[in-house]
């Protein structure tokens, strides 16, 4: 779908990424000022390459060997930005409607209607983008990118600005986007969860280059041994929905390994369902625990442990194949006596589970509705 | 004694009709050079900043002499203007209009072009990657959104084109019915004898003339920025 190769150099940061991309949501994952942007910016053609080609399901937007740049008003891109910048003069109807004037018909196939019933946006029409809430102003411009019919949307940071409870009434909403349209979707983002929750692909950037593209859990898995990045070290896994326990308010996931329990109600009409485990928050036991809050544990085998300092990186395969990685003291491995090949137990608190990790969460405020 | 006189409303009336037609045909170029200033990156930006701000600081006669030898009859382009468009400016009232609005444009230009400045230029861009061509973004998002600096530019370009003195009677001179204007009514009444009454009267209404107006571009902008931040 995208085929991205540009360089670009600015003052000391020099910028060289190339990457190819297929359906569904490609995320574009790397700490700030690793170029996450300027890849945006080029595609939007907001910036100029000095080297390079883009093109778009095979349409070249941009290639200097050839000439060619398209103004930003014919590329046919969506971009989203971190801040809505809705057209304050306008009412939330105009917004939407806006890039209607500008696209071919024949090219139209997002109704109205369908746009704004999937962004749940509908009670909004008549206001003022001025009148709305930080993610109803995010819906709004997400509506209003779908609207004018493009090839790609880009979002660049679409949930960086708002607070955790409008992230998670907004994830649903990108979740049925990329499985409702078929338009393919660039999504930048600093959040491993929100990374991992909603891409199909993930290119992770370091200092203007691409450091690792391929599936999430390859990607975002991916071991890190240096001590001080332990928080960032996650796997994913991924099971089905068994039940949902509207006493307690968890839902309870199959997987090979061992049922998992995870907050929140996730939808039943869902397909498979990913979690996002941080390696920090999975403990180790040689042998099943008894009388243990922990509710999530699962089996697997020693494959691999890596030592920086007082820690040690595990990594784990699950029975029925999946990886994982847990962060636990070097100390904890010498007492348990875990070598690769080894039996253990991976042990995941619920509580810990961050809800933007968990795809298909339903939101607590669109659960009302 | 403070009865308007026929003399007076003449001066008024016309004073009215100079500054509202030094302003309206100012509007468009100052739009254009304010646009040009805020949002261009051109060799000669900072000249035309310069030669926008000059009238602001050049004595008001030199200003008048300026536009006598260059728009006059005799003058550059007041001979081609003449010839081409049967336009003449030298000792009419459309003199005393062209005196005005050099006068006024740093005024009209200032507020518009901060207003374009405070527009951010994201919202520029994501008009256009919703297809709209630099022209339709200009029409539909930036003039827009600068309503409020267009309003108080007009206003106060037209509340100093009422009061305008010096380049115009340099330029047109000071003729009743034709070229005097408010201002020129007041120093003539001054130069004679008994007219202290007749300058006062008038002095009176310009005193009321630019309140009002400025009264009225605070009052505007205020309800601008009120419809932007969301109504009562």
Request: proline share 5%; glycine share 10%; net charge positive.
């Amino acid at each position: 779908m995208i085929d991205f190769d540009c360089s670009l150099s600015r003052g000391t940061f020099n910028f060289d990424v190339a990457f190819k991309s297929t359906a569904g949501i490609t995320g574009l994952f790397g700490p700030s000022g690793s170029g996450k942007s300027t890849v945006i910016q080029l595609i939007a053609g907001l910036v100029r390459p000095s080297r390079g080609r883009i093109a778009i399901t095979g349409r070249v937007l941009a290639d200097t060997a050839r000439g060619i740049s398209l103004p930003p008003h014919k590329r046919g891109i969506g971009l989203v930005f971190q801040d809505a910048q809705l057209f304050p003069h306008l009412s939330v109807t105009q917004n939407l409607t806006y890039g209607r004037y500008f696209t071919p018909q024949p090219k139209d196939t997002i109704s109205f209607e369908a746009v704004v019933s999937v962004l749940g946006i509908g009670h909004l029409l008549q206001r003022s983008p001025l009148t709305l809430s930080g993610g109803e102003r995010q819906r709004v411009a997400i509506g209003r990118a779908l609207l004018a019919s493009p090839g790609l949307l880009l979002m660049d940071e679409p949930l960086a600005a708002l607070d955790t409870n409008r992230k998670l009434e907004i994830l649903p909403f990108i979740e049925r986007l990329r499985d409702e349209f078929t338009i393919p979707i660039l999504y930048v983002s600093h959040s491993v969860e929100e990374i991992a929750r909603l891409a199909t692909t993930v290119i992770k950037m370091e200092a203007g280059t691409v450091a690792a593209a391929g599936a999430p859990d390859a990607v975002l898995g991916a071991v890190v041994p240096k001590a001080a990045e332990r928080f960032d070290a996650i796997s994913t896994i991924t099971g089905s929905l068994q039940s949902y326990d509207s006493d307690f308010g968890v839902s309870i996931l199959n997987h090979p390994a061992g049922a998992i329990v995870v907050p929140g109600r996730i939808d039943a009409a869902r397909g498979p369902i990913r979690v996002v485990l941080r390696a920090t928050n999975i403990s180790l036991a040689s042998a099943r625990p008894e009388a243990v809050s922990i509710r999530t544990v699962l089996k697997g085998r020693v494959t691999g442990i890596e030592n920086s300092g007082p820690f040690a990186l595990t990594s784990i395969e699950l029975d029925g194949g999946e990886r994982i990685a847990a962060y636990v003291t070097r100390l904890a491995i010498a007492d348990l006596e875990l070598a690769a090949g080894k039996p253990v137990y991976a042990l995941v608190k619920s509580v810990a589970i961050d809800e933007i990790g968990i795809s298909g969460l339903q939101a607590a405020s669109s659960r009302a509705d | 004694m403070l009865t308007l006189q026929p003399d007076d409303w003449v001066a008024i009336r016309l004073s009215l009709k100079v500054a509202a037609t030094a302003t309206l045909f100012s509007l468009p170029l100052g739009i254009a050079v304010a646009f040009a200033l805020a949002r261009g990156r051109f060799y000669g930006r900072t000249m035309l900043d310069g030669i926008v701000h000059l009238p602001l600081v050049l004595p008001p006669v030199v200003i008048g002499y300026l536009l006598l030898i260059h728009f006059g009859r005799q003058g550059v382009f007041g001979a081609f203007l003449e010839a081409n468009l049967g336009l003449v400016f030298s000792f009419r009232w459309t003199g005393a209009a062209l005196a005005c609005a050099v006068m006024g444009f740093p005024l009209l230009v200032q507020p518009i072009r901060l207003t374009m400045e405070s527009i951010d230029v994201r919202l520029e861009q994501a008009a256009s990657t919703l297809g709209a061509s630099p022209v339709w973004v200009f029409f539909t998002i930036t003039l827009p959104l600068s309503l409020p600096g267009i309003v108080a530019g007009a206003v106060l370009c037209f509340a100093k084109a009422l009061g305008e003195f010096g380049a115009t009677i340099t330029f047109v001179s000071n003729i009743p019915g034709e070229t005097q204007t408010i201002p020129s009514a007041v120093h003539t009444y001054i130069s004679s004898p008994d007219g202290d009454a007749g300058a006062i009267r008038l002095s009176l209404v310009s005193l009321i003339l630019a309140f009002a107006a400025l009264l009225a571009s605070q009052l505007i902008v205020r309800r601008f920025t009120r419809a932007k931040s969301g109504g009562a």
